[in-house]
């Protein structure tokens, strides 16, 4: 399939004299109409209103032409104004000769490269070889437009770093703004909004979304945030590898199924950097790329998948299984997969908190690497996704400290990984360490070390610290519906049985199947599960034989 042809460049003419507008309109589009978008324009209000369509849209402009008296703005200051949409575009001032000192003026106060006496008839001598040789400048400059979404934000804004993390593991690429920078401020007056209105998103058809919460961002770049049907034989809650599994093998037997995700598919292993000891990957591949595949897998069986829409609550209707959603809404259908994984643990250190999104992640390495590059950072964690995130971000990070309660990493860690880091160079390993406190003004610039054995405390500086620290199941929409354990993962079959009974309520006359919950027809499956492994394989075997355990309830 062949890629869609790039938009034209664009020649503006901004005159309030009607006649003179046609008449340069005319004359442009019979010498560059094949090659370019002719626009006219009556007034300089009217003329920015579309450049600033045009710079979200990701059009190129190559040449302003403005008339100098136009009542309101004059050409001056149309064009200066005019410099911070779109400043490689070339400038032509049309001026009568009583006005050329202002024009002369004029190439000083807004860089002007050319102005134009009216009449210019003939335009073969004295309009087309002036914008000829500017359009070449033009074009050598190679000043081409961004594609694509592009968010503008704060540095150590907590809200800008959500929307990237949501863009990066949703798998849509973007492009990232500071909004004190020229090119951030440039954007951000096209989608008329400032610096207290960031982080701002602008879609890649030309959509300003100012302050999105997750679901309008879903929505603005193509995210699919409703079902198309109200009752479905499968819903799976949860979008980790357990529930994409589910998803794929339901939906490839048959089942008319639907998967809802709060966030982003892949869970947390979607943020894992690099994962090795996948079967069948003997290269190794990121996170990302295991969900990106799984979810279009899902999607080429037939299986929906929504996202931004957070399940709130469990409901047993006769034969029919209810979700709740938190803005109301609700989806019925005749079996449930619970799939929701886990969250990593909040850290109880002072000032976590508050630094949270500002120089402190939970998870996050992928998307902030590339502000890591020759700093020191800091990783909380003794697991894999601790692990793999120090590999991730040796590469460019100056130093990567991984702080470990334990007295090893053989405890908690693959053996390949421990290898790995054993032998890169930048990696330190802290056993027996912990992080007590962080400081900073606007964002992080020290955290305070512990050392476990002797109990003296450090102060390190660092402005990123990345925090893996063992996870909690979020079960708590399952209250008073489905058994869970004393820590709120849940309980299936066999560990429901207490003595040989079945769990109170329980009206069948078998016992729950192997990853049935407490209510029939609702299955659990990966790291919420009570006594799971905490491996991709293991979920995604799960997710599958789910599946097969719905088929024998649905029979």
């Given amino acids: 399939m062949s890629s869609p042809a790039a938009p034209k460049p664009a020649i503006l003419s901004v005159d309030d004299d009607p006649g003179v507008s046609r008449a340069v309109v005319r004359d442009l589009r019979r010498r560059y109409g094949a090659d370019y978008r002719i626009l006219r324009a009556e007034s300089g209000p009217q003329a920015l209103e579309a450049l600033r369509e045009l710079k979200l849209r990701d059009q190129p402009v190559a040449v302003l032409i403005a008339d100098y008296r136009m009542p309101g703005m004059d050409g001056i200051e149309f064009l200066e104004q005019a410099m911070d949409l779109h400043p490689y575009a070339r400038r032509v001032l049309l001026t009568a000769y009583a006005d050329t000192n202002a024009a002369i003026d004029a190439i000083n106060v807004i860089d002007l490269d050319h102005y134009l006496l009216k009449p210019w008839d003939p335009p073969e001598e004295k309009l087309y070889p002036v914008l000829d040789a500017l359009l070449e400048a033009w074009r050598g400059s190679d000043q081409r437009p961004v594609t694509g979404t592009k968010v503008i934000g704060n540095r150590w804004s907590p809200r800008s770093s959500q929307v990237r993390e949501f863009l990066a593991r949703n798998q849509l690429p973007y492009r990232w703004y500071l909004a004190d920078e020229p090119e951030g401020a440039r954007l951000l007056e096209a989608a008329g909004a400032d610096q207290r209105r960031c982080p701002v998103v602008i879609t890649a058809d030309g959509q300003a979304l100012l302050q999105p919460t997750d679901s309008e961002l879903a929505a603005g770049v193509g995210l699919s945030t409703e ?117 990593y643990r909040r850290h109880p250190a002072p000032g976590v908190d508050e630094f949270t999104g500002r120089g402190v992640y939970y998870g996050s390495a992928m998307t902030e690497a590339a502000e890591c590059a020759e700093h020191d950072v800091y990783i909380v964690g003794g697991a894999n996704s601790a692990g793999q995130a120090a590999m991730f971000l040796s590469r460019n990070a100056r130093t990567v400290h991984l702080v470990v309660r334990a007295a090893s990493l053989e405890q908690s860690m693959s053996y390949y990984l421990i290898q790995q880091i054993a032998q890169t160079p930048n990696i330190r390993v802290h056993t027996r360490t912990e992080v007590v406190g962080v400081d900073g003004d606007d964002h992080l610039h020290t955290i305070v070390l512990r050392d476990n054995e002797t109990g003296a405390e450090e102060k390190a500086p660092t402005e990123r610290l990345f925090l893996f620290i063992g996870a909690a199941p979020q079960t708590d929409w399952l209250d008073a519906v489905v058994q869970r354990d004393d820590a709120g993962y849940v309980l299936a079959g066999p560990d429901l049985l207490v003595d040989g009974a079945r769990p109170a309520g329980w009206e069948l006359p078998r016992p729950p199947h192997h990853l049935e919950t407490s209510v029939p027809g609702v299955f659990v499956a990966g790291d919420v599960h009570a006594e799971s492994a905490k491996r991709v394989a293991s979920a995604v075997g799960e997710g599958a034989m789910a599946v097969m355990l719905v088929h024998r309830y649905l029979a």
Avoid: M
């Avoid at 299986?303 to 957070?310: F, N, P, Q, S, Y």
């Fill in 227 to 343: 079902p198309v049907d109200d009752f479905y034989d499968l819903i799976v809650v949860g979008g980790g590898p357990a529930g994409l599994g589910s998803a794929v093998y339901g939906a490839s037997e048959g089942l008319r199924t639907v998967l809802v995700e709060r966030t982003a598919t892949g869970g947390q292993a979607g943020q894992s950097s690099r994962i090795e000891n996948y079967l069948g990957f003997p290269d190794g591949l990121s996170g990302a790329q295991l969900a990106d595949r799984a979810r279009r897998q899902a999607a080429k069986f037939g299986a929906e998948v929504i996202t931004t829409r957070e399940v709130v609550g469990l409901e047993v209707n006769g034969s029919a299984r209810t979700v709740r959603f938190a803005d109301g809404g609700r989806l019925c259908g005749h079996t449930v997969i619970i799939a929701t994984g886990v969250d």
